[in-house]
């Protein structure tokens, strides 16, 4: 429909949560969760609670959002789908509809309050006002039990006897946070990273990004398609540039910039972080092209020269090497093993790979 594209751009990158209306026809890349939910809810077999699993920016709340659109529109389209124009459809697009709640922490905290879900647990007493359903969006699910597991059990109740017409949406990265009542008491739909190419596209239609930043921005957004919006394409390149220098030290044999290398960088997670992805980014570049994988897979489109003159310059056995060691770097600090040692360490069999001269 031509309003979607519309809709999108004035609403990106964070909306509102609680006004904006969804299609199942907008939801990019989950087309199983969404055939899933349009035939379950077109036969009349909806569970009366859902748990969407899957990273963030992938479309859990969405999905969300479509469906509570689709239940309750007055003249849904041929595949179920809402129309956009009926007063529910226009109600959810103004944020006014009463039957579709969110429940999430308040501002930055991460906890829903057991006051927000005794306040739910008295409405779902009355029947929806709209005569249709009431949605319930609840995101993140961790939120529940962050602090107490008093607001999950509370929710419990609600999960047990459900009221008619009503439906539960939980959002959830995966299970493990959760309390296992809860999730045995919902139907779990997983929600799975969207393809590269869906993500490229999008940051190009939306952002209008040259595609050599779109393919870098997409190469480090994990499959989510919110993550990918959410990265400043400039500031990337300018730490991908510092990568590429700081490796070129390291491989030069410069064993005190070395170590300084590995100081500056535990200054800060984050960098240090990109550092890991940047810098995985470019070995796999490397071994991508020597086996001549299309540019278009790669990750720095921009750097084809200088990516032809390391090629020159090095052998894939190195490249493998220098690819695994960022790995365990990676493993160890997620780990909480000490990060100066870890880059110490890292700096150095960096150093060994990078220089084909050196037998050590
Ligand atoms: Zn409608």
Redesign the pocket.
């Known amino acids: 429909m031509a309003t979607s594209k519309k809709d999108q751009a004035t609403t990106a990158p964070t909306p509102p949560p609680e006004s904006g209306l969804k299609f199942f026809r907008e939801i990019l890349g989950q087309d199983w969760v969404v055939s899933h939910l349009k035939a379950a809810m077109i036969a009349g077999r909806l569970s009366h609670a859902y748990l969407f699993l899957g990273p963030g920016g992938v479309g859990k709340a969405t999905t969300a959002r479509a469906l509570a ?1 689709a239940l ?5 389209e041929a595949d179920g789908d ?5 007063p ?2 226009r109600r959810l697009a103004a944020g006014t509809h009463p039957d579709f709640l969110v429940i999430t922490p308040e501002e930055s905290k991460a906890q829903i309050k057991i006051e927000q879900i005794r306040e739910l647990r008295r409405l779902t007493a009355y029947p929806p006002l709209g005569g249709g359903w009431r949605v319930v969006l609840i995101k993140p699910a961790e939120a529940l039990s962050a602090a107490n597991d008093a607001a999950a059990n509370a929710l419990l109740k609600t999960l047990e006897e459900p009221p008619p017409q009503h439906l539960l949406v939980l959002t959830a990265r995966g299970e493990a946070d959760l309390l296992p009542t809860i999730v045995s008491r919902c139907h779990k739909l997983a929600f799975a990273p969207l393809p590269s190419a869906l993500i490229i596209q999008e940051l190009e239609n939306r952002r209008a990004l040259p595609r050599s930043q779109a393919a870098l921005v997409t190469a480090l957004s994990g499959g989510s398609l919110g993550r990918a919006l959410a990265l400043d394409p400039e500031e990337l390149v300018r730490q991908r540039d510092q990568v590429l220098s700081d490796l070129d030290h390291i491989n030069r044999g410069e064993t005190g910039l070395v170590l300084e290398w590995a100081q500056r960088l535990t200054q800060n997670r984050t960098d240090l972080n990109n550092f890991l992805l940047l810098a995985q980014l470019w070995y796999r570049d490397l071994l991508l092209s020597h086996f001549q994988a299309p540019a278009s897979l790669l990750a720095h489109q921009d750097l084809l020269s200088a990516l032809e003159q390391a090629r020159a310059g090095g052998a894939p056995a190195t490249w493998f090497a220098s690819f695994a060691a960022l790995g365990v770097a990676q493993r160890h600090l997620q780990a909480n093993l000490n990060p100066e040692l870890t880059l110490d360490i890292l700096g150095l069999r960096l150093q060994r790979h990078g220089n084909p001269y050196d037998s050590r």
């Not at 309750?72 to 849904?76: E, V």
């Open positions: 659109a309750n529109c007055t003249q849904p809402a129309c956009g124009t009926c529910s459809c």
